[in-house]
């Protein structure tokens, strides 16, 4: 059975014992119990060891990796650094990656490789801007960003990868997707797996919604039928948000 996720991408906020202060408020929320299988935060790098230090029954991913294993690459972070220090989980192909720092779905493929190769799980995410929507080019776009940056794997990589659909224009913005739209887009991604792999591969992925996802509308949109849990930006600096939303099922 797929897992019910929850994940906090913290991106570029909060200084590290900020983190710290944080990660120790959701181990306080956790002990009580929540409805998600599985509680992942992904602060940024400095964070990272002492964040995961503290962390009890949360995983800890980090927003980025270089594709190479070491090498030449001033400012970058490679994947067997961060397995050194056992986090879990990658995000592979935020938006704001592709916007800023022009990572096309080529590279995503050889960064999923590499987060792979080191046994950590890829969140590759996925997701149309606002002109795209409305073109109505949104299913091209997010078939494309799966077909070139994930698609390469075999059956049983797949296993080690989860899928987050984030519509640009709803990143940051207020404007959530229906879930309606949401569970659309899910459906068509999970429909995506099956006919690219196999049933069971599309039943077993874990497909979450990102864009304004938040206390007031976490329920209704984890209570579609595609749609396994959430990628949170700005409501993950608040514990009792995110906790909030982790019990949101
Ligand atoms: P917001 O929840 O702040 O809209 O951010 C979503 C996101 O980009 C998570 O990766």
Redesign the pocket.
Known sequence: MRKKIVAG?W?MNLNVSEGVALVEELNVGISEGVKADELIVFPPFPHLYAVKDRAIKLQVGAQNCHTALNGAYTGEVSAPMLSSIQISHV?VG???RRAYFNELNDLLAKKVDAVLDEGMTAVY?CGETLPEREENRHFNVIGAQLAEGLFHLNENQLKQVVI?Y?PVW????GKTASSAQAQEVHAYIRKLIATNYTADAAENMSILY?????PANAQELFSQPDVDGG??????LKSADFIQIANSY
């Open positions: 991408n991106k995000l935020h938006s704001e995410c987050a984030e709803a990143i940051g913005t990102g864009g304004s996802c938040n990628l949170i930006g700005g409501a993950s």
